[in-house]
């Protein structure tokens, strides 16, 4: 039985929200509106185009519109619209994206991530280590889906609980167009965000060849102070980046598209003390140490994409280079109890070559196909260093690690749909796959017990990761589906090994088994929609983000889980000026055996068959209301947008972690179109200055402890113009 824990205040409004929704889908009868209806979203989640209502699969998309007027420009941000979805930062560039409870930890993790990202046809994340989550920008973007379940079959490794897909506009053949972005705001009691963004679409030969190229700066302000160090407002974040595309129409069946895209990112450490101290007596917007902690990344993706049409068949080839690059700084002073200062740098690249071939069938018949190919090569290197400023015991190396690694990738896959009755249909998938990994570490230093070690070897596997659904119209506007999907995870090396505590080299991959049924649904012209998903999920060899009694962050293999859950999304639009829509999810994740092995963050060794799992709040929601309105001739929107997650835990057991989370936020936007071509508009984000914390890390051998809070109330203007 899962057990309702909202907080009083949102679970009335989820309640009323729900309840008042199914209502007037119901009455929609009694008071028609003919013009009034919601807009019919296709997606590619299934590497065709379908609509969203059609497909056996839980997805959110998330248009360019909504995009726009809620002033979404972050990726925690549009996380927070699907139900079951979270991102919680690590203070830097790093983060754990989970969908569906599938998490053992808050912070970034020396892991692949549970959810891959995409940005168009190619996977943006480096397959690896969570330290560097991407966040890319999304200006002139088509939509995102957000696909919720494994997506082993079609997406690979990495999308053991989900995936992410951003896709960008691409360039028009036919027509000159272009944008330009300008943002400001004010953060209270803080700094100012500014940000500058523009696209430019040019068709050098029309109708067969065009260029779209887009770029972006934007800067967020400051609102933590460095207390030891004295520096205000200094938790400041820059990004800029960009793309070019351009297509080449080369005959009525072939065309060419390459890209460069390029982001990079600087962000100072977003942490605050988690607990008032003698010396920082007020812990809301301060944080101590000798270290300005921060990261830096640099995503650089070259493209290429050929297509060809065929009679009852698409071709298409997709060749990505890959280079990842991050730096992070952080503090370890509190080794030595903060006498004098010690950075710890983490420097890494990685540099991948991937190309995937695929046909999907376009033939109108009740057998619809798809199969591929997939090779990925990766070579990554991230060394390692903590350097005291004079000798101790002889040495200045407090730590140093560097490791090495190889990485191959070879899949096969495929999926099949069969109408093989006029209101049935089936899904038959799977994806082989192999995977070898060489890889070398080198670790010495006064933590690694004055001693150098050095420890190289291989690993590899393979395994089938299976897909089964079936789907059944039950009337035009309800289908109902129930599917059956593996994921999966590849193994890798940890940063650092050896270690007084004697970390582990490596650590094996883990998969899991996602049981589902589900149910889309549009009434009235489609002005109603209503969809819910129901899943278990059954994960095995879970890779446990762990640290050492040293204070070093690895990853083990250990133990089961299982996650069973409730999903729902609601969109109603009553007349052709309202709409209005929510979506909530209902988890609960937790271990099903003991684990003598895992060392929680308090030093308690051991975890126990129904231990929650640490980073998966059991409830999130979301709601919004957008109205349209004409004034002097001229259109304008205002839309309001609720959002809510959870509490969840630092460590599997609360005694040994901290709780975060059951944060919520209000942002409000106002939009007016000045002309045909200039759009201006007003927000208001965090509209009631929440500052609840939406991530912790408990105290420990490194430090005080941390937690990462909502962003301040931030008022701001946007102006747009199209030409």
Do not use: C
Request: aromatic content about 12%; proline content about 3%; charged content about 20%.
């Amino acid at each position: 039985m899962l057990k309702n824990n909202f907080h009083p205040k949102v679970n009335n409004l989820v309640l009323f929200t729900a309840i008042g929704l199914v209502l007037s889908g119901e009455t929609l009868a009694q008071s028609p509106n003919d013009e009034a209806a919601l807009e019919e979203v296709l997606v590619t989640a299934t590497r065709r185009a379908a609509s969203i209502q059609d497909i056996p699969l839980a997805v959110t998309a998330i248009s360019e519109k909504t995009l726009q007027e809620a002033n979404i420009t972050r990726l925690d941000e549009y996380l927070r619209l699907a139900p079951g979805v979270t991102y919680t930062q690590g203070g830097g560039a790093g983060g754990n994206l989970q969908m569906r409870g599938v998490a053992t930890s808050p912070r970034q993790a020396q892991t692949q991530a549970a959810v891959s990202q995409f940005i168009d046809e190619f996977a943006a994340d480096d397959g690896a280590k969570s330290i560097n989550t991407p966040d890319l920008g999304i200006f002139d973007i088509n939509r995102i889906e957000l696909l919720r379940g494994p997506q082993g079959t079609l997406f690979g490794s990495g999308s053991l609980s989900g995936a992410i897909r951003i896709l960008t506009n691409q360039p028009e053949l036919e027509q000159f167009e272009g944008a330009l972005e300008l943002s400001g705001g004010f953060i209270d009691d803080g700094g100012e965000d500014y940000s500058v963004s523009g696209m430019i679409n040019i068709p050098v030969v029309e109708g067969r060849f065009a260029i779209r190229a887009v770029g972006y700066f934007r800067e967020d302000g400051g609102w933590i102070d460095q207390v030891t160090l004295g520096q205000d407002e200094y938790n400041e974040n820059e990004s800029y980046g960009g793309r070019i595309l351009a297509t080449a129409r080369l005959s009525e069946r072939w065309d060419l598209t390459a890209g460069i895209y390029y982001q990079n990112r600087e962000i100072q450490n977003q942490l605050t003390l988690l607990e008032p101290t003698p010396a920082v007596p007020d812990n809301t917007r301060s944080m101590t140490g000798l270290v300005v902690a921060g990261s830096e990344l640099e995503n650089t993706f070259y493209n290429l994409r050929v297509n060809y049409e065929g009679d009852n068949f698409n071709f298409l080839s997709v060749t990505t280079l890959r280079d990842n690059e991050f730096l992070t700084f952080s503090d370890l002073s509190a080794i030595f109890g903060n006498a004098f200062p010690i950075p710890y740098e983490l420097n890494g690249e990685s540099d991948s070559w991937i190309q995937e071939f695929r046909f999907t069938s376009t033939s109108d018949s009740a057998l619809e196909w798809t199969v591929g190919a997939f090779y990925m090569d990766r070579e990554r290197e991230v060394p390692n260093a903590a350097n005291s400023p004079f000798p101790l015991f002889g040495t200045t190396n407090i730590i140093f690690n560097n490791t090495i690694t190889d990485t191959l990738e070879y899949a096969l896959y495929g999926e099949l749909n069969y109408r093989f009755a006029e209101q049935w249909t089936a899904t038959l998938g799977g994806r082989w796959y192999y995977t070898e990994s060489e890889g070398s570490s080198e670790t010495s230093g006064i933590l690694n017990g004055f001693m150098t070690t050095f420890v190289e070897g291989e690993q590899d596997e393979d395994g089938i990761t299976p897909k089964f659904a079936l789907a059944f119209d039950a009337s035009d506007s309800v289908n109902i589906y129930a599917s059956v999907s593996k994921g999966f995870r590849t193994g890798d090396w940890n940063v650092v090994s050896g270690g007084i505590s004697n970390i582990s080299a490596s650590f094996d991959s883990d998969s899991l088994w996602n049981y589902e049924v589900g149910l889309k649904s549009q009434f009235d012209d489609s002005r109603f929609t209503a969809n819910l998903a129901l899943f278990l999920i059954d994960w095995e060899d879970i890779q446990i983000a762990q640290r050492s009694l040293d204070g070093f962050n690895f990853t083990g293999n250990a133990g089961s889980a299982e996650s069973i859950g409730l999903e729902v999304e609601l969109n109603f639009a009553p007349t052709d000026q309202l709409e209005l829509g929510a979506s909530f999810s209902v988890t609960k994740a937790e271990l099903t055996e003991d684990v003598t092995t895992v060392i929680q963050s308090d030093g308690t060794a051991g975890v126990r068959d129904g231990d929650r799992l640490p980073g998966s709040p059991e409830h999130t929601f979301a709601a919004y209301g957008r109205y349209s309105f004409e004034l002097m001739g001229r259109s304008g929107y205002a839309r309001a947008d609720f959002l809510y997650t959870g509490s969840a835990y630092t460590d599997f057991s609360p005694a040994a972690g901290v709780e975060y989370g059951s944060f919520s936020s209000l942002n409000l936007n106002i939009g007016y179109n000045i002309s045909d071509t200039i759009n201006a508009s007003l927000y208001v984000n965090n509209a009631f200055d929440s500052d609840d914390s939406t991530s912790a890390t408990p105290a420990g051998f490194l430090g005080p402890g941390t937690e990462m809070l909502l962003r301040p109330r931030t008022i701001g203007a946007t102006l747009r113009v199209d030409f």
